[in-house]
């Protein structure tokens, strides 16, 4: 996944007997974003099982679904209240869709060159 792909997560579960279309709808609702933007936007369901993610590929809708056959996916529960969405990027959302638990993570920091 190219890096300027942007990956968001619904913080809260979501009814996901949802298609592409409603989840695009959902997109625009609660996210206030554009789901034509080539960015991805992950949802989960009520009993974190299921994770369905949707984006536009310049052709149309392409929806992913993946069941955890065991566990289930880890939301952050420490969060700001009214938070819309959470940004990861394309390795954090390998791992979640793996199952693991992001929220004890430590991410070093990234590099960044001296100034010249």
């Known amino acids: 996944m190219p890096s300027s792909v942007r990956v968001f997560l619904a913080p809260e579960p979501v009814d996901l007997r949802a298609g592409a279309y409603r989840l695009a709808a959902r997109v625009r609702g609660h996210f206030k974003a554009d789901p034509k933007s080539g960015h991805v936007y992950a949802f989960v369901n009520r009993s974190r099982t299921l994770a369905k993610l949707v984006f536009w590929d310049r052709r149309g809708y392409c929806l992913l679904s993946k069941r955890l056959e065991a566990g289930r996916y880890c939301l952050p529960t420490d969060l700001p209240a009214n938070t819309l969405q959470i940004e990861m990027d394309a390795s954090a ?13 430590v991410r070093q920091p990234s590099y960044t060159p001296p100034d010249p």
């Open 93 to 105: 959302l390998t791992l979640f869709l793996d199952g693991i638990d992001l929220t004890a993570a």
